[in-house]
């Protein structure tokens, strides 16, 4: 794993190695011992990053085994990787020009009139179906004869 092109992806190479020898594309055996993953993980909602440990596995190299590690690096590394896509909303990204401020306002201004709207358009349907208002009753007597 130590050779990975792209460290964070040893999760999918883990997975992609352990269904190989399961499918019997080469021999592996496991060891009691575990091993942390290179990759760094993120918990939800939080900076914090955290390791996972797995059960290691030892294997007998040979040109199949080194034909289909260079494969499956070569696909790990050309996958797209989460994460990196849209940069974080902040002042500091905003100030660099890595955000374009030009189409967050424009965004912004669409969902307020959209939501401005949605309001009017509430307003004037419950005036529609506003109950008619009520005859007015005979006045009832309050004093006692």
């Given at each position: 794993m130590q050779k990975l092109s792209t460290p964070q992806q040893s999760d999918a190479f883990v997975k992609r190695f352990r269904d190989a020898v399961r499918e019997g594309e080469f021999d592996a055996i496991d060891l009691p011992e575990r091993f942390t993953l290179p990759k760094k993980f993120k918990r939800r909602g939080s900076e914090e990053t955290y390791e996972k440990d797995m059960k290691d596995m030892v294997f007998e190299t040979s040109a199949?085994?080194?034909?289909w590690f260079e494969g499956v690096d070569q696909e790990l590394a050309a996958a797209p990787q989460?994460?990196?896509g849209k940069p974080k909303l902040t002042v500091e990204n905003l100030e660099e020009g890595v955000i374009d401020f030009k189409a967050l306002a424009e965004e912004t201004r669409r969902k307020l009139?959209?939501?401005?709207?949605?309001?009017?358009?509430?307003g004037n349907s419950r005036k529609s179906?506003?109950?008619p208002a009520k005859p007015p009753t005979k006045a009832k007597r309050t004093t006692k004869k």
């Open positions: 199949k085994f080194d034909k989460r994460g990196r009139q959209n939501s401005y709207e949605k309001g009017q358009n509430l179906k506003a109950a």
